[in-house]
């Protein structure tokens, strides 16, 4: 994921910084607790489709 396209991507829920994990290919936002999914290198930014990350 290139660093330009991440500085302009925000949570959908809370409009908050997203983390890039590398190794797991999902976009994470610590305040939603939330992980979206990178699919063919396409960032899917849907809040239905991410998962919640365990506390």
Known sequence: MKN???KM???PKTKGPLIYDKKKQ???SKKAGLAYPIED????MLIEKARKLKK
């Open 41 to 44: 290198g396409i960032p899917i």
């Open 4 to 6: 330009d396209l991440l």
């Open 26 to 28: 999902v976009l994470i």
């Open 9 to 11: 991507l925000v949570c």
